[in-house]
């Protein structure tokens, strides 16, 4: 999982090293973005189970005739006491239909980045948003998500293209802790 990344980079000192030279290239975007009906699974889960959940909700797509209209996505409720093998989160595909399963994501300010590349890299990401967010005196908003713009069963690791978004609201007094 990402979080088990983050922990052991920052634990090798080389890695951590490579993570700081990186952040600096990184590029983080303040985007607008719109509500959006989602089909979506959530439960208790390891990264393992990505994949079978994806496949239920094609399978939940095709037999209910919905129409897809963008790349799928995690949503992590990610609570402060972290299990990788066992985690809140949410596998989700934009649909245009209202159905059984679907609910409203809501849109807003987001800062973004797209990471080209493999998902390795998404620990000097998640670093580099939340040092953006600080230093642009924004706090977070809602859980981050991850759209997932390439299919990693088909496409090699490097050319991997993930938006990883962060709602964010700007600070006020009530927010600084």
Known sequence: STLDRMNQDIQNPERGAHIMVYMDQIEVRLKETKPRNVLFIRRMMSTKDYAVCLAE????IQREKLTVTGA?????????????DCYDNEIAI??????QGTRIMPGGPCAVVRLEGPYTELTS????LQQWTEQEGYVKDAEAYEVYLTDPNTTAADKNITEVCVPVKKMQAEDAK
């Open 57 to 60: 909700l094609y399978q939940t």
């Open 72 to 84: 799928p996505m995690t949503v992590y409720h990610i609570e402060e006491s972290f299990d990788p």
């Open 125 to 128: 990401v998640y670093a580099k």
């Open 94 to 99: 934009p649909v245009q239909e209202a159905a």
